[in-house]
Structure formats: structure tokens, C-alpha cells
């Protein structure tokens, strides 16, 4: 038996916010489901090609699944990395947020490491990290630019 990726959960606090901001992203997002009916608990899930997934639930539909869920636990430092196609995505979907009055955080930059990048805020405060293929002839030393 092997531990394996499966999916990121995040809980948001305003379920439209957060389906709008990942489809500005151009990720294929569902509507919400309400479960149980009439309960106001919303999931949603952004499945990937290789399986794994996105999954959004509000603040009811956690406190089903977490009894110790707390609303407000202090800022997290983990990051969302979305990959694009081109180094060019990563300066328009930037743009695109940025644009329609979200918070953003790293500028797009040549990161060291080669690829395009650029990070993003979701409307709960979660960082999107947006990341293009790997040019390995842009690859640089941290420290020497």
C-alpha cells in the first residue's frame, strides 16, 4: 500500500466568489451541489486529468464532514499551483484577476527554476500559484539576477 495525491479541499466562505474566481481561471468548474437539500451545505469538484481534484466546500458542507471546524484558524501558507500552457497564459490569467479586482501576490517573473510565474489570491485569501512549462534554457542560479 502506497500514500498518493488526491485531491485539495478548500473551505470558502462564499461559495459564487469562489466558482467565479476559478473559472476566470479558465478551469472547468461545475455548479455547486447542495447536499443535503435545503441545508445550504455546497461541494463542488474540479476533477484533473490524472484523476485527482479541486474540491470547494462551503462553511455548512465542512461542518459536516469536520466537527471541529473553525471558520477562522489563521492565515495558511499553502499554495495552489495551477499549470498553463504557455508563458503568456501566465501574464493574461495575472492580468484577467487582477482585472476583475482580485488581490494578487507575486508578479509574473521568470523564476529561476525556468518557468513563467506569477501568484494569485482566491476570495478566502488562498494563494494560486499560476506556472508555465519548464524552459530549461531560462533556468537561472537563484542569487545571480
Known amino acids: 500500500m502506497s500514500t498518493r495525491f488526491g485531491h485539495v479541499n478548500l473551505i470558502v466562505a462564499d ?3 469562489a466558482v467565479d474566481f ?7 468548474v461545475p455548479d455547486p451541489l447542495e447536499w443535503p437539500t435545503g441545508s445550504g451545505a455546497l461541494h463542488v469538484e474540479i476533477a484533473t486529468d490524472d484523476g485527482c481534484y479541486l474540491a470547494l466546500d462551503n462553511h455548512p458542507q465542512a461542518r459536516i464532514w469536520n466537527s471541529r471546524f473553525d471558520p477562522d484558524p489563521g492565515q495558511g501558507n499553502a499554495v495552489i499551483g495551477l499549470l498553463v500552457d504557455s508563458r503568456g497564459d501566465v501574464d ?3 492580468g484577467r484577476v ?3 479586482g482580485h488581490r494578487v501576490g ?3 517573473d521568470d523564476a529561476f527554476w525556468g518557468s513563467r510565474y506569477a501568484i494569485v489570491i482566491d476570495p478566502d ?3 494560486v500559484g499560476l506556472e508555465s ?3 530549461d534554457t531560462r533556468a537561472y542560479e537563484p542569487g545571480t539576477r
Open 98 to 100: 487582477r482585472g476583475a
Open 106 to 108: 507575486q508578479e509574473p
Open 15 to 17: 461559495m459564487v466568489a
Open 133 to 135: 512549462p519548464v524552459d
Open 125 to 127: 485569501g488562498n494563494q
Open 92 to 94: 493574461r490569467l495575472y
Open 22 to 28: 476559478y473559472r476566470l481561471l479558465e478551469l472547468d
